[in-house]
């Protein structure tokens, strides 16, 4: 028994360091009939990588307007011409949320405000939020701080600003906080804390409802808002119906509707799902383009060395050793070639270049996905068995007799 | 003491199918025992059937009637891989057009058999080819390319490849063919001195009668037929 795994494990090593002499020895037609395997794998692997990336910036995009599964609530009263206020649906909703065990939870209501700064004025948006408005439409600022339950206590409001509204007031790469005056006739100041980036939210001004409630609230009151919850996505059917129900029953003569709005809100299917599979299916042609060229130089090169094959068999070769022999030239080759792809893929994807524009405005920076140079490996080594295959049977079916011919 | 007995062929016979279906008979009725320590000559024209009885007795064909065993076991009854393994083991080649595997140094070319051993022989194989190539007087060649040896160097290249793994039989067939009259004496003094001291038994096949001289058992192959000779071939 020992003497045989001896043997197996000799035969294997020996099939590897046979291989690794052959492909040392046919260096130059190695490298070229690599090339395109090489560039295959290369290119699979970095559509894959950038396929993920994109994915990612692209999810990011959609979760600005709701991370799944985002519950959106509205509540009107069922009588005509009579408002919905939110002053009443608002602490309503809050308890609703706290009876479910609801942990993210916020209003929003947006309108039109005068903003200006050093003599600029802008107009801009503000809306109307919760501390946990950041988390359901995953917010991250580019600078400072979002804005938290304390800020409402502060003797000028704090608001988060975007980049771009903060680069019209001339106060773009200032320090914060800075302070900006909101309104037209008698201004406030508001201390911007935060900011967000330029490719999320523009000219919007965050500020928390509470703090817009005692600083606008008498002169330009809240009509209408919106309310979210942020749910588990596995879960958010069944919430969606008892938050109906509990919000109806602390808003007695209001009509209340909740419904999912984050993009998977019609289901679960990914929408790169088609980018996904034009990519594969390019990089799977340009693989199947290579794997060929392979297969036809590793077919010539095998029958020019029948007289080779024929002088190992009398070495005592059996048939099993020269096919896993053959085999594994063609594998360890396109291992190397894989290996060369792979990090010409990193190379190509980490590249501060490109990564400037396949990331940027992405919050959580994705690395080199590992599954796709995982990926890029595990194809090489199939691709090698592959065209290894064919060229193994010839060489395993050499007669030895007429190979070596005395 | 009698020598243990190696091969023993008993009114063997090789016939091959034709195009035309007819047989063509290359071997018949071949009679031939080889022990430990033999040296056996086998002298013959062109198409006689000399590189057919090497086949055979290299194990790598094998007869169409009579009986060729290996140390009293019918090859008959061999199976490939058991096959493979007494020609990696116990048989060692000598070709006339040395057949040294091409891109390779002298000393990779002998690692060459070793790479089908294990144990020992396959772990220690650089040991053992240097060790082989210098009882032939390469010591000095030994990262030399096959293209940059002379015929005569190449062909001890080819000697120390059959003789790593100390086989018990070394078939050389032609081992002088492709080299000149006293290079081929030179190659033939160190195949014989090799053989001698390991104790394998020697069968070379050629058409020198100078050559089959050097051995001590003589046959003349004729007709497919083996002849014992008396004395030296002439």
Known sequence: ?406 | MTSAELVRLESVTRTVVLPDESDLHILTGVDLTVREGDHIGIVGRSGTGKSTLLNLLGLLDKPTSGTLTWQGRDTARLKAREAARIRGRDLGFVFQQFNLLPGRTALENVMAPLMYASGREFWQRRRLAWETLERVGLADRVDSMPQTLSGGEQQRVAIARALVRSPRVVLADEPTGALDVETGQQVMSLLDAATLESGAALITITHDTNVAAMAREHFRLEGGRLHALAGVPA
């Not at chain 1, 304390?150 to 600003?161: E, F, I, L, R, T």
């Not at chain 1, 001004?205 to 979210?228: I, S, T």
């Open chain 1, 1 to 406: 028994m020992s003497q045989r795994l001896d043997r197996a494990a000799t035969g294997f090593v020996a099939a590897v360091v046979e291989a690794w002499q052959e492909l040392r020895i046919h260096k130059l037609r190695v490298l070229l009939s690599l090339v395109g395997v090489m560039i295959a794998v290369a290119s699979l692997t970095a559509a894959m990588a950038a396929a993920a990336i994109a994915k990612q910036v692209v999810t990011e995009q959609y979760e600005h307007d709701g991370r799944p599964a985002l519950l959106g609530v509205w509540a009107h009263p069922m009588g005509e011409g009579v408002p919905p206020l939110p002053e009443v649906v608002r602490p309503a909703f809050f308890t609703a949320a706290e009876k479910l065990d609801i942990r993210y939870a916020s209003m929003t209501s947006s309108m039109g405000i005068v903003t200006s700064h050093a003599g600029l004025e802008r107009q801009a948006e503000i809306r109307i939020v919760d501390p946990a408005y950041a988390t359901l439409h995953r917010v991250v600022p580019s600078r400072g701080r979002w804005l938290e339950e304390a800020d409402a206590q502060n003797m000028s409001p704090a608001v988060v600003v975007g980049e771009r509204l903060l680069r019209k007031l001339g106060l773009a790469g200032a320090d914060l906080p800075v302070t900006i005056e909101l309104g037209g006739t008698i201004p406030v100041t508001a201390t911007v804390v935060g900011a967000t980036p330029k490719g999320f939210s523009g000219s919007t001004v965050f500020m928390l409802a509470d703090a817009y409630q005692h600083w606008f609230g008498a002169d330009q009151p809240l009509m209408d808002a919106q309310y979210e919850l942020w749910v588990p996505p596995k879960r958010a059917r069944q919430l969606s119906a008892e938050a109906r129900r509990v919000i109806a029953a602390e808003l007695p003569g209001y009509q209340v509707d909740v419904s999912r709005m984050d993009y998977l809100a019609y289901g679960d299917e990914d929408p790169l799902r088609e980018v996904a599979i034009v990519v594969s299916v390019i990089g799977g042609v340009i693989l199947l383009l290579g794997a060929l060229s392979l297969l036809n130089v590793a077919l010539v090169t095998i029958q020019q060395r029948v007289r080779e094959v024929g002088i190992r068999r009398s070495f005592g070769a059996t048939t099993g050793r020269v096919f896993f022999s053959v085999l594994m030239e063609s594998v360890v080759a396109t291992v190397v070639a894989g290996a060369v792809g792979v990090m010409l893929a990193v190379a190509l994807i980490s590249n501060p270049w490109v990564a400037k524009r396949l990331i940027d405005h992405v919050d959580d920076v994705p690395a080199f996905p590992f599954e796709a140079a995982l990926l890029g490996l595990a194809v090489s080594v199939g691709v090698g068995a592959l065209t290894g295959v064919i060229p193994a049977l010839v060489a395993a079916r050499v007669k030895i007799v007429d190979a070596i011919r005395f």
